[in-house]
């Protein structure tokens, strides 16, 4: 396949969203989740290897694209198109699932990790995670990292009832005491057609 | 290499998934094969099309050294990963080799790279390739002398023997199956945990979550079969 300089083309795909690329002279693997490191150059026999012993089928004219961005972008609609209803609703619990899989250094990791999320204001997320790891045979085993995400999962409701609390501070700063006062100055104002008392001159 | 040696075929994950739901290993031949009996396409029509710039030499090699029958391919394992490089998990065949199965013919290297198919639109150089062959009972001797071509090097021997970039390939007539898997490795563990925490906390787009729910099903089905799952640091 001739390819215009800097466009790089689809060679072979399957459906789970692999991808064996051309890049001018080079060819490429590219995997989900399309991370710089997602990316390893291939020679030719490995190329070779790859159609002959797992799923990719050979593009007959190989789609070119502009940018890598572009192509990953391909990748991924091939791969969510090409999942059934029952393994798009399967894979909203899996992120958690794995969680429970973690070995003792990665809850370790992932409580530390969290801890960070939470110094910073962050707390979407937090609490489905530590709910996950609770759930995992290793941290069950350590009674400090039990402590710890009880302790974590204090902080989350403490930052949250914080964070509520702040969003509603303006409104309780209004002091409206009389409604029907703001309804006739709300009237007045709507007569008046504007919130200045004097005309600009 | 003698008592510890094993064969390890490296997949992907979506690969490694069917195999493990019971599907039986099929080579390009195989597949070609039952797509052909399936459509009106001939055999040789069906692998021109899977196989494109590939298909010629493919074809040479295996005819020339199956004599018609076609090979499911593996690589020595003396530990570590395979040739992980578009396979990013290593299965274990659990026979000891030079017992009765699996009966794998050795190659010195990976036999799409060898100098046999160095000569661009040449035939394949038989004598080339015949010395770099050896039955399934002097694996070991083949190692060494592979060793001795190498040179002299730090590295550990089970990445020297066998790695991303070279490995001394097993060709058998039979492919592995799912009851003789001793165990399951893979590298990408770390990794993992990071994306399913990430994918947690901040949105992650559904390709994500697909690939994420994946790798959740593999390590599910291989706990399912009682195969060990074993984490090797990358």
Redesign the interface.
Same mark, same amino acid.
């Given at each position: 396949v001739a390819l215009h300089p800097r466009m790089i083309a689809i060679l072979a795909s399957?459906?789970?969203?692999?991808g064996l690329v051309r890049e001018e002279e080079g060819y490429w &693997?590219v995997? %989900? %989740?399309?991370r710089l490191s997602d990316r /390893?150059s &291939?020679?030719v +026999?490995?190329v070779?290897?790859?159609? &002959?012993? /797992?799923?990719f089928?050979?593009e007959g004219e190989p789609p070119t694209f502009p940018s890598w961005g572009d192509l990953c972008q391909e990748?991924?609609r091939r791969?969510?198109g090409a999942?059934s209803a029952a /393994?798009?609703e399967?894979?909203?619990g899996?992120?958690?699932?794995? &969680?429970t899989?973690? +070995?003792e250094e990665?809850a370790k990791?992932?409580l530390a990790?969290?801890e960070q /999320?939470l110094m910073i204001g962050?707390a979407?997320?937090?609490e489905?995670?530590l709910v996950?790891l609770l759930s995992a045979p290793s941290v069950q085993e350590s009674p400090e990292m039990v402590a710890t995400i009880a302790r974590l999962q204090a902080q989350v409701l403490e930052l949250r009832t914080r964070l509520r609390r702040h969003v509603l501070a303006p409104q309780r700063s209004w002091k409206v005491a009389d409604e029907a006062e703001v309804a006739r100055t709300s009237a007045a104002i709507r007569g008046q057609g504007t919130l200045f008392r004097y005309p600009a001159a | 290499v003698s008592v510890g040696a094993r064969v390890s075929v490296n997949m992907k994950p979506a690969t490694l998934a069917r195999f493990l739901d019971g599907e039986p290993r099929r080579n390009i031949f195989e597949v070609a094969a039952e797509e052909s009996a399936r459509t009106e396409q001939t055999l040789e029509e069906v692998l021109r099309g899977r196989l494109k710039e590939w298909y010629a030499r493919r074809v040479e090699f295996e005819a020339r050294a199956g004599a018609g029958r076609h090979f499911h391919y593996g690589a020595l394992n003396v530990g570590g990963m395979g040739a992980p490089r578009y396979g990013r998990l290593c299965v274990i065949d659990k026979r000891p080799i030079g017992t009765d199965a699996p009966d794998p013919v050795w190659i010195a290297q990976d036999s799409l790279r060898g100098p046999w198919f160095e000569k661009a639109g040449q035939p394949l150089d038989w004598d080339a390739l015949r010395s770099a062959v050896a039955p399934c009972e002097l694996v070991s001797d083949l190692v060494v002398v592979k060793l001795e071509t190498l040179g002299p090097s730090s590295a550990a021997l089970d990445a020297r023997i066998c790695n991303d970039e070279d490995y001394l390939e097993a060709l058998s007539l039979s492919p592995l199956e799912v009851q003789h898997v001793e165990e399951i490795r893979s590298e990408s563990e770390d990794d993992l945990q990071e994306r399913a925490r990430r994918a947690l906390l901040r949105d992650a787009r559904l390709d994500e979550q697909l690939d994420l729910a994946l790798q959740d099903r593999i390590r599910t089905k291989a706990a399912a079969r009682g195969i060990p799952w074993r984490s090797i640091p990358a």
């Open positions: 399957s459906t789970d969203g692999w &693997l995997r %989900p %989740p399309y /390893e &291939l020679t +026999s490995e070779e290897r790859a159609i &002959l012993e /797992e799923d089928v050979l990748l991924q791969f969510v999942a /393994e798009l399967a894979a909203k899996a992120a958690a699932r794995i &969680l899989r973690a +070995s990665q990791a992932h990790a969290l /999320e962050q979407t997320g937090v489905a995670a996950a | -």
